[in-house]
């Protein structure tokens, strides 16, 4: 008890080795940050623009930029609200209902954190290659997979799978289902009760598990890298964009670049306000 008193004021506020710690090991986050992810940051844009402002706009108006672009966005918004349903349904499911393989459920959506996005492309392509499980059967109906923009969307999928549901999994645990209950015993059906009292009380862990999974989904290299085939124009996403770009025109990739780096730090501004003005629920998750 005389150490602890000893390290705080009468007042109940910390004594000057405290602040001093404390100032210290503040500044210490903030050199290891700005060393690891502010300056590289900026280096991007400062590669960028560093031929000129007509030159970047050229390198970003190229026509197998603006493919890989648009192809990013199509990919993200098949797979971020297949990954949105498929989070709230086994949010749903572990949170309120007891049943056999619960357990390997919650293992299961844990399983792209663990398995190397490379590991997962290779999956697929055992699964939905030419020679793969499924290959015979999809080239005789004229169906293809990999190479294409269903192997994308499905190497998307998977990496970006656990993000929705481990947001909302342990706010509904926290929350409990008593408000069901009641709007149960009152006669309400089950989709009224998920529509009008389990959704709003978790739209904005929703929200934020939705944009942690779509900057996941945009900036997804090694899985989509191993089943797009690099085909200029028709299956290079903006990662795989920069990649071949890196190789052949060393400013175009950072300009290239530099359109993902702005998608993170909109992602990032987004995440912010959203901590800021709904903190109290978004940490009620944990």
């Given at each position: 008890?005389?150490?602890v008193?000893?390290?705080?004021s009468?007042?109940?506020?910390?004594?000057w080795?405290?602040?001093?710690?404390?100032?210290?090991l503040?500044?210490?986050?903030?050199?290891?940050?700005?060393?690891?992810?502010?300056?590289p940051?900026?280096?991007?844009?400062?590669?960028?623009?560093?031929?000129?402002?007509?030159f970047?706009?050229?390198?970003?108006?190229?026509?197998?930029t603006?493919?890989?672009?648009?192809?990013?966005?199509?990919?993200?918004?098949?797979?971020?609200?297949l990954?949105?349903l498929?989070?709230?349904?086994?949010?749903?499911?572990?949170?309120?209902?007891?049943?056999r393989?619960?357990a390997?459920?919650?293992?299961?959506?844990?399983?792209?954190f663990?398995?190397?996005?490379?590991?997962?492309?290779?999956?697929?392509i055992?699964?939905y290659g030419?020679?793969?499980?499924?290959?015979?059967?999809l080239?005789?109906?004229g169906?293809?997979?990999?190479?294409?923009?269903?192997?994308?969307?499905?190497a998307?999928?998977?990496?970006t799978l656990?993000?929705?549901a481990?947001?909302?999994?342990?706010?509904?645990?926290?929350?409990?289902?008593?408000?069901?209950?009641?709007?149960?015993?009152l006669g309400?059906?089950g989709?009224?009760?998920?529509?009008r009292?389990?959704?709003?009380?978790?739209r904005?862990?929703?929200?934020?598990?939705?944009?942690?999974?779509?900057?996941?989904?945009m900036g997804e290299?090694?899985?989509?890298?191993?089943v797009?085939?690099?085909?200029?124009?028709?299956?290079?996403?903006?990662?795989l964009?920069?990649?071949?770009?890196?190789?052949?025109?060393?400013?175009?990739?950072?300009?290239?670049?530099?359109?993902?780096?702005?998608?993170?730090?909109?992602?990032l501004?987004i995440?912010?306000?959203?901590?800021?003005?709904?903190?109290?629920?978004?940490?009620?998750?944990?």
């Amino acid at each position: 008890m005389a150490v602890v008193a000893a390290t705080i004021s009468i007042g109940g506020r910390p004594t000057w080795p405290i602040s001093l710690a404390r100032t210290v090991l503040v500044l210490c986050a903030l050199l290891v940050l700005g060393w690891l992810l502010v300056l590289p940051l900026l280096a991007i844009f400062a590669e960028a623009l560093r031929p000129g402002v007509a030159f970047y706009l050229d390198a970003i108006r190229q026509p197998d930029t603006l493919a890989a672009v648009r192809l990013t966005l199509t990919v993200a918004a098949i797979a971020v609200p297949l990954n949105l349903l498929f989070g709230l349904a086994a949010a749903w499911a572990m949170t309120h209902f007891e049943f056999r393989g619960k357990a390997l459920l919650g293992a299961l959506i844990d399983l792209p954190f663990s398995v190397s996005p490379v590991v997962a492309g290779m999956m697929l392509i055992l699964v939905y290659g030419k020679y793969g499980w499924l290959g015979s059967w999809l080239e005789a109906h004229g169906v293809q997979v990999i190479f294409a923009l269903p192997g994308l969307v499905l190497a998307t999928v998977f990496v970006t799978l656990p993000f929705v549901a481990r947001e909302l999994i342990p706010l509904m645990q926290a929350q409990g289902s008593e408000q069901e209950e009641a709007a149960l015993t009152l006669g309400a059906n089950g989709w009224q009760i998920f529509f009008r009292v389990t959704l709003p009380r978790v739209r904005w862990a929703l929200l934020y598990g939705v944009l942690l999974c779509n900057a996941r989904a945009m900036g997804e290299f090694g899985a989509v890298y191993v089943v797009s085939g690099h085909l200029r124009g028709l299956t290079n996403t903006l990662p795989l964009q920069v990649d071949q770009l890196y190789e052949e025109n060393f400013a175009a990739a950072f300009a290239v670049a530099s359109l993902l780096a702005l998608l993170t730090l909109v992602t990032l501004g987004i995440k912010r306000l959203l901590e800021w003005r709904h903190g109290g629920e978004l940490k009620g998750r944990h």
